[in-house]
């Protein structure tokens, strides 16, 4: 959007020292460079290395310890979850894995994606399926009741 | 095919076919996430409900789609560590060829029981006890 010239805005542009580092916002706008994607880059390591352990333990019990899935059912989630360790077990990793996967995907959207109107409603998409799945996943672990 | 160069470790070679490998993992990993949820918000309907769907992961066909969802994570949990290495050691980017093959071994060391293991009672239904 314009705004109404005036005659300071058609002066001649600034000249900057060279290899200064690129202004990202225009020039008289406020400055609003974010750390987001330096934050989100730790966030993977991060969630990664805790998602390391959190699930490929939640695969070694659930699908090789005794009897893996064969053994998997109603019963078998309640007996888990009766305990509050299993459940903060579950609760993290899905919080971790929920965000740590929508991260890497919407990288993969911001590479692939060219339009900018592809690129916006495939992070929209993205983004209303993980607040789904957060909302949905999380409820469930803590109003689960055994006695359904 | 022109040889990379040097310092480009993201481009052409182990480093690149890694970093793609951990890409179709990572969305394969993300999408059976959200079934994985929805199929367990199931125990919130009924015990019925959730035992009937979770016996489709019991049935040989899935069963070895299972075998293929874990390679799929094993493979980008112990790749994603390589990474950690990569970013965070100093030598990371020197040795990450090298750590890339301490992983495809450490890969088929750790499937290959995993594998036997999950798959044992499928092929005990299909062709018989071995006993």
Not at chain 1, 4 to 22: C, F, H, K, N
Not at chain 1, 38 to 52: D, E, K, P, T
Request: aromatic share 14%; proline share 5%.
């Amino acid at each position: 959007m314009a705004t109404t010239a005036t005659p300071a805005d058609r002066s001649a542009p600034e000249l900057v020292a060279p290899r200064s580092p690129q202004r990202r916002t225009k020039p008289g706008a406020a400055k609003v460079r974010s750390n987001f994607e330096l934050y989100a880059w730790v966030f993977m390591r991060i969630s990664g290395l805790l998602l390391f352990f959190l699930v490929l333990g939640h695969l070694f019990i659930m699908n090789i310890l005794d009897g893996g899935v064969q053994r998997v059912n109603f019963g078998f989630v309640a007996g888990r979850w009766a305990s509050p360790f299993w459940r903060m077990w579950d609760l993290i990793m899905l919080l971790l894995a929920e965000l740590h996967g929508t991260n890497g995907l919407r990288t993969v959207i911001n590479d692939y994606a060219e339009r900018a109107q592809t690129r916006f409603w495939l992070k929209m998409l993205l983004y209303t399926s993980a607040f789904l799945v957060v909302t949905l996943g999380t409820l469930v672990i803590f109003t689960f009741d055994p006695d359904l | 095919m022109p040889k990379a160069p040097a310092g480009t470790l993201y481009r052409g070679r182990e480093g690149m076919w890694s970093w793609v490998a951990h890409r179709i993992t990572g969305v394969l990993v993300f999408f059976f996430l959200f079934a994985h949820v929805l199929d367990t918000a199931l125990v919130r309907v009924s015990p019925s409900s959730y035992n009937e769907v979770i016996e489709v992961y019991k049935s040989p066909i899935v069963n070895l789609l299972e075998v293929g969802l874990v390679a799929a994570v094993l493979f980008h949990a112990l790749n994603g560590i390589r990474i950690i290495l990569i970013d965070f050691w100093e030598s990371g980017p020197k040795y990450q060829k090298q750590m890339l093959y301490i992983e495809i071994v450490l890969f088929v060391v750790l499937l290959v029981p995993a594998a036997y293991r999950m798959l044992l009672h499928t092929a005990e239904t299909l062709f018989g006890s071995a006993t």
